[in-house]
């Protein structure tokens, strides 16, 4: 049974930084496509960050620059890292890994106040 479990969220003042983990069991994180994704309330869930196998790593413009995901074999961890929160930064962010099916954490809410 695959699991995903993100942490690392909280309440952050705008400027501040935050890495979210997300910990897999039941699925190994490094052969596979993973993604952070967030939504906020009312909006469409959107796509943050990819780290694929090879370890390419892809940012919308929106976040680029400020935000940095990578992976841990070891830890079959994978991270962000994200510096110079802006308050529409506040979402509830989500890990997901594509192994035949995308599967999904259940989130870790990101607060950022002004």
């Known amino acids: 049974q695959v699991q995903l479990v993100e942490s690392g969220g909280g309440l952050v003042q705008a400027g501040g930084s935050l890495r979210l983990s997300c910990a897999a069991s039941g699925i190994i994180f490094s052969p596979n496509p993973v993604y952070w994704y967030r939504q906020a309330p009312g909006e469409k869930r959107e796509l943050v960050a990819t780290?694929?196998?090879?370890?390419?790593?892809y940012y919308p413009d929106s976040v680029k620059g400020r935000f940095t995901i990578s992976r841990d074999n070891a830890k079959n961890t994978v991270y962000l890292q994200m510096n110079s929160l802006k308050p529409e930064d506040t979402a509830v962010y989500y890990c997901?890994?594509?192994?035949?099916?995308?599967?999904w954490g259940q989130g870790t809410q990101v607060t950022v106040s002004s």
């Open positions: 780290i694929t196998s090879g370890g390419s790593t």
């Open positions: 997901s890994v594509l192994s035949s099916v995308l599967y």
